[in-house]
């Protein structure tokens, strides 16, 4: 029984590691007062409530890196996004995102 216990801890504490792991791509790094901005290419159209799967890019200090394919992105405003025009992106911790704002 007592090895059947530390398994289980051992499992866990795996568990826990690896959401860890997940959640830490999208916390912002570089120390106090740094901030990630995601956004979405413009082009992609998501219905009022609806969602969408796109790439998701990183921009931080004018360079914009690839952070998620295939992302699901959420759109939970009462209108459409719009095509051609950039979306601004909130990372939900558990791989997809939600949109927070359209360029005008």
Known sequence: ??????????????????????QAKYTPS????????????GGLVIPAGGSATANVYALSGGTSTLVATSATVYNTY?????????????????????VIGQSC
């Open 30 to 41: 570089g120390g106090s007062g740094a901030c990630t901005v995601y956004q979405v290419s």
């Open 78 to 98: 009462a209108v459409a996004t719009t095509s051609g025009k950039p979306l601004t992106v909130g990372a939900n911790g558990d791989g997809s995102f939600t």
């Open 1 to 22: 029984m007592r090895l059947d216990l530390q398994d289980c801890q051992r499992k866990l504490t795996q568990a826990l590691q690896q959401i860890r792991d997940g």
